[in-house]
Nanobody
Framework: QVHVVESGGGLVQAGDSLRLSCAASGRISGIPLMEWYRQAPGKLRELVAAITSTSSTHYADSVKGRFTISRENARDTIHLQMNSLKPEDTAVYYC?????????????WGQGIQVTVSS
C-alpha cells in the first residue's frame, strides 16, 4: 500500500504565505516524479508544480515567481512554498506521485487539502 498525505493548508489573506507538505510512505522503491495539482470550484484540476527525483522543476505560468516546490528525497517528501497568495489561488490542493511499487510504476494521489485566500 502507498499513502500520500498532504498537510499545511488553511485560510490566509491575500499577500500572505503558506507552505504545503506532502509525504509518501509505503512499499516504495523510487519516486521519479512528485507534483502538486489544484482544483477550484467549478474548474478542472490543473498542474501547479512538479519536481523530479533529480530536482528538475516545472511551474504553471500562473504561479511562477510566487510558488517554489522542493523535495526531500530521503523522506519522500515535497513542499510547496506559496508566497504572495491571491484569492484565485483558492482551491483544493492535491499531491500526486509516480512511484515504483513492487516493480510497477503507478500513480498515487493524496486526499487533498483546502487552501483559501481571502481578499
Amino acid at each position: 500500500q502507498v499513502h500520500v498525505v498532504e498537510s499545511g493548508g488553511g485560510l490566509v489573506q491575500a499577500g500572505d504565505s503558506l507552505r504545503l507538505s506532502c509525504a509518501a510512505s509505503g512499499r516504495i522503491s523510487g519516486i521519479p516524479l512528485m507534483e502538486w495539482y489544484r482544483q477550484a470550484p467549478g474548474k478542472l484540476r490543473e498542474l501547479v508544480a512538479a519536481i523530479t527525483s533529480t530536482s528538475s522543476t516545472h511551474y504553471a505560468d500562473s504561479v511562477k515567481g510566487r510558488f517554489t516546490i522542493s523535495r526531500e528525497n530521503a523522506r519522500d517528501t515535497i513542499h510547496l512554498q506559496m508566497n504572495s497568495l491571491k484569492p484565485e489561488d483558492t482551491a483544493v490542493y492535491y499531491c500526486h506521485i509516480k512511484a515504483w511499487v513492487t516493480g510497477m510504476l503507478g500513480d498515487y494521489w493524496g486526499q487533498g487539502i483546502q487552501v483559501t485566500v481571502s481578499s
